[in-house]
């Protein structure tokens, strides 16, 4: 079983930036699609970034054009580029793969608010 340990959250202001990472322990992780997803407040959990193999990216609409999502399968490791940054992407975020879902992480937690 994959193990997922997401970083990189916190305290920001509308407008700023932050870069999720998301470590996943063993070798399920280079071969398998990967995505971000968030939970905010009373919120259920969504996707919000998918990578596919080839490259292939889809974004929830909210986030286009703001969000990247890129990986590096030497590492083990998926990020989240978030730039622009709205009080609405305020959530818990996560990281897990597309379809059959591992385990998920704790999550990291970021806030925007001025």
């Known amino acids: 079983q994959v193990q997922l340990v997401e970083s990189g959250g916190g305290l920001v202001q509308p407008g700023g930036s932050l870069t999720l990472s998301c470590v996943a322990s063993?070798?399920?992780?280079?071969?398998?699609?990967m995505g971000w997803y968030r939970q905010a407040p009373g919120k259920q959990r969504e996707w919000v970034a998918r990578l596919f193999s080839g490259g292939i990216t889809i974004y929830k609409d909210s986030v286009k054009g703001r969000f990247t999502i890129s990986r590096d399968n030497a590492k083990n490791t998926m990020y989240l580029q978030m730039n622009s940054l709205k009080p609405e992407d305020t959530a818990v975020y996560y990281c897990?793969?597309?379809?059959?879902?591992?385990?998920w992480g704790q999550g990291t937690q970021v806030t925007v608010s001025s």
């Open positions: 897990n793969a597309v379809g059959r879902l591992w385990n």
């Open positions: 063993g070798s399920a992780f280079s071969s398998n699609a």
